[in-house]
């Protein structure tokens, strides 16, 4: 229908939402969020591989990325894949890394077991409740709105499509 939400944010509302995020960032919840919603525009991973994103899967000072785990598990697509990490993520990730809190599994958004795969992982970090706040529309799943907004943004500057299906992991072009 005409009065159907975007599918995506527009580069506006995309850097409106990071902004909110940053300036709100009290706190490790608060840094967090806004350090998971700068991983998910930048790089399109889906909610699972921000969750299970470890320290030893970046390289910072080569700008490397490696798509190891969703969650505890593998991937969807059932194997690693090596992105570029974006320039704009490095000073980002410096930053948190000297707060990041501790997990065992050494992952870089330690949000908890209440915000795992199976308990309310919608609500992972307060993403809906921002979105809220500052005005941007609600969205059933607002971490693949992100992800979304990625790909939209890669094609829309001139991105190759079959290049966005192999960064964003997905098995066939369609």
């Known amino acids: 229908t005409p009065n159907q939400a975007l599918d995506f944010l527009s580069h506006d509302e995309a850097q409106h939402l990071l902004e909110a995020?940053?300036?709100?960032?009290?706190?490790?919840?608060?840094?967090?969020?806004h350090v998971a919603i700068a991983l998910a525009v930048y790089t399109g991973l889906r909610k699972g591989e921000l969750c299970g994103l470890r320290w030893n899967d970046l390289d910072l000072k080569t700008?490397?990325?490696?798509?190891?785990?969703?969650?505890r598990t593998t991937p969807k697509s059932n194997k690693p894949r090596h992105l570029r990490l974006p320039a704009v993520l490095v000073p980002i990730l410096e930053e948190w890394r000297q707060h990041c809190p501790r997990?065992?599994?050494?992952?870089v958004l330690p949000v908890g077991k209440n915000e795992s795969k199976t308990g309310g992982s919608e609500t992972m970090l307060g993403l809906r409740e921002?979105?809220?706040?500052?005005?941007?529309?609600?969205?059933?799943?607002?971490?693949?709105?992100?992800?979304?907004?990625?790909?939209?943004?890669?094609?829309?500057?001139?991105?190759?499509?079959?290049?966005?299906?192999?960064?964003?992991?997905?098995?066939?072009?369609?």
């Open 103 to 107: 997990s065992p599994d050494n992952v």
């Open 63 to 71: 700008r490397r990325l490696t798509v190891a785990r969703s969650y």
């Open 21 to 33: 995020a940053k300036t709100r960032a009290s706190g490790a919840s608060g840094r967090m969020l």
């Open 130 to 174: 921002l979105m809220a706040a500052i005005g941007l529309r609600a969205v059933p799943h607002p971490w693949h709105l992100l992800r979304h907004t990625f790909a939209s943004h890669f094609v829309m500057a001139g991105g190759n499509v079959l290049a966005l299906s192999k960064i964003l992991g997905h098995a066939e072009l369609k």
